[in-house]
């Protein structure tokens, strides 16, 4: 038997443009949909400081029945970028890293400002476009939920692959939800001679990614975020969490450790 659901109200249509979206980050009050399900057209994603940034809801390809909250960092305003790697450096400051890494093509949109931010003058990124000096042992390859398709490799320049050897390293992207490319991004680290010291994203999305996240020995990688964000699932109305979820409370570490374990029990 299929299963059908109450139409989405006229006008409000389930995925909506884009084009304004990730320009503002607003108080509460400021708010043009509700904090509670079921979703319409965005997600509230709160941050650590009480505002929140409206995100627009996607499909999952292949699933008609899910859908995610999305944030495309580089077209974000550049106030909400700053203020995004803002949270993102103050979040990661504990992990005492020695190096930041930053991960195509949208993390290398927040890791210059948060190396920035935890006083680096420099940092690393990793590409999927080869160069011809490239060495074809240090690339990977990688896929993730929004690129789903194989085939593409993730490369670092191995002028500067040297630079990571025997040092502690943050790993920046711009979300981190199943942790595929994460999982290659720390295989490439592996292979320059890095130890991971954390990862920072600006959104975790769902909790597909803590189970792949974790070290050689299983031991959960520490993970921070600017905020959270759940698979959301098709219901009467709209869309709502997959699983009970938090609303209208600070994100991950607020008032407790700045990272986000990446264990189930976190």
Avoid at 157 to 180: E, F, I, K, M, Y
Avoid at 211 to 240: H, K, Q, T, Y
């Amino acid at each position: 038997m299929t299963a059908t659901h109450d139409p989405i109200p006229a006008g409000a249509p389930a995925f909506d443009a884009t084009t304004d979206y990730w320009q503002e980050i607003v108080g509460a009050d400021a708010l043009s949909l509700p904090l509670d399900p079921p979703y319409v057209r965005g997600y509230p994603a709160r941050l650590p400081d009480g505002r929140y940034l409206v995100l627009p809801l996607r499909g999952v390809p292949g699933d008609p029945e899910r859908c995610v909250a999305s944030l495309i960092a580089n077209q974000a305003s550049l106030d909400v970028a700053d203020a995004l790697a803002g949270f993102m450096a103050e979040r990661a400051r504990a992990f005492g890293a020695e190096m930041v890494v930053g991960l195509p093509t949208l993390g290398l949109a927040f890791a210059p400002m948060v190396a920035r931010g935890l006083g680096f003058k420099r940092y690393v990124p990793f590409g999927y476009s080869r160069k011809y000096w490239y060495d074809e042992r240090l690339a990977v390859p990688v896929r993730s939920l929004t690129t789903p398709d194989a085939g593409k490799l993730l490369y670092v320049d191995p002028n500067l692959a040297g630079s990571l050897a025997g040092r502690r390293v943050l790993v920046v992207d711009d979300a981190v939800s199943t942790g595929q490319t994460m999982v290659s991004a720390l295989e490439l680290l592996a292979r320059c001679g890095a130890e991971v010291a954390g990862i920072v994203v600006a959104m975790c999305q769902g909790e597909r990614w803590r189970a792949r996240l974790v070290d050689g020995n299983g031991a959960p990688i520490p993970v921070a975020c600017a905020f959270e964000s759940p698979r959301m699932r098709r219901v009467p109305g709209g869309w709502a969490p997959e699983k009970a979820w938090p609303t209208g409370i600070p994100g991950p570490g607020a008032g407790k450790s700045p990272a986000l374990r990446s264990s189930p029990d976190s």
